[in-house]
């Protein structure tokens, strides 16, 4: 791997897009640590450690809790492009954009933008009160100074992190154009192994020496099962027969469909989280004692054993749910139909649609049991070991595991074409 790293760089193209990217890292994290204007920062650490706020503060590399201009990060981007996901199910426009190729696809991602900017807006805003109302509420030091609390500021921070996440899109797409690919993805794997140090630093000053080297060791174990699931894939065989094109006479062939184990990816865990946070936001409206205290003793502690169950069962939904969204059987079963592609001993059509629907759900299952073990090893160390944080939970080793092999697969192709060896070897 060293020999393929060093063949990167001598390669002048590829090693002016590796250089290129770094130094867009370098400039993103840069303005994760330029503060907004009027704020007080001071009490934002506490509220962001803990919760949903906690997932925001992952993708943004620790933004959020400084108030930086970059502090939203790239999740407005990442929700807006769940949302459009969905929405091309449900709206035949997007379908039919979807099935024009390169042309259909720029309209779809003109329209992420748009709506990545109208949820930068929002979030921001309410982020803005939910710090100001929570600081004011626990009595602690409050993020806007006397009298500085005034439309005029609150426009101010609201357009400077709606700008930030603008730009912070605009970084990706430049490592996707002139970089190493894939920018989106890298920036948010920057923004996670950001907090590594710190995080494993933390750990290291609450337990001891033991209890550190054990967390490493659960750390490796999960990168290792994440590689393993991640690629794991069922090949399902298609054969192609002869046909005439013009005056042509296509030769046939055979080749694999590939249905990865973990289709979803980390969505479900994403989804999962955010709908069990739902109900403590809920608590803090409501004042029916009987709900809040059903909220403070089995939803807002994540060690609960109920918490558990309701988190592995909703993963399993939305693993289900998401792939069904991602992955249509009868759309793949008429795509082969009309290349004169067939499965063999499968008829094409709806019995090859519901033959790959079939395999779907068998594979999907263990993927999202998967999904959940992963998601649940923090609760289990918080048990056990009264840790305050765990750094490899499922979300995060999930996404830098899984970019850091795209990423390593788009530089060996790139280092093949010129006669290296790639990483991969």
Sequence with gaps: MLKAFLNAFRVPDLRKKILFTLFIIAVYRFGSYVPVPVVNIQSLAAQTKSGFL??????SGGGLGRMAVFGLGIMPYITSSIIMQL??????????????????????????????VVLALLQSTGLVFLFHSASAASGGINIFPTGTFTFPNLALIVLTLTTGTALVMWLGELITQRGIGNGMS????????????????????????????????????????????????????VQYAKRVVGRKMTSGGSTYLPLKVNQAGVIP????????????????VIQAKWFQDLVSNHLASTSDPIYMLLLTLMIVFFAYFYTAIQFDPVRTADQLRKQGGFIPGIRPGPPTASYLNAILVRITLPGALF??????????????????????????ILITVGVALETMKQIEAQLQMRHYEGFLK
């Design 54 to 59: 906690s997932y925001l503060d992952l993708f």
């Design 87 to 116: 929405l091309t199910v449900a709206i035949p426009k997007l379908q039919q954009w979807q099935d024009e190729g390169e042309t259909g696809t720029k309209k779809i991602t003109q329209w992420t933008r748009y709506v990545t």
């Design 186 to 237: 890298i920036v948010i794997f920057a923004s996670i192994i950001s907090r590594l140090p710190s995080q494993g630093n933390a750990i290291l000053l609450q337990g001891h020496a033991p209890i550190f080297i054990a967390v490493l060791l659960i750390a490796l174990a999960i990168i290792v099962a994440v590689v393993f699931i991640d690629q794991g894939q069922r090949r399902i065989p």
């Design 269 to 284: 865990i994403i989804f999962a989280t955010s709908v069990l946070y739902f109900p403590t936001l809920l608590a803090s």
């Design 371 to 396: 999904l959940a073990a992963i998601a649940l090893v923090p609760s289990v160390v918080f048990a056990v070991w009264q840790l305050k944080q765990f750094p490899f939970g499922g979300t995060s």
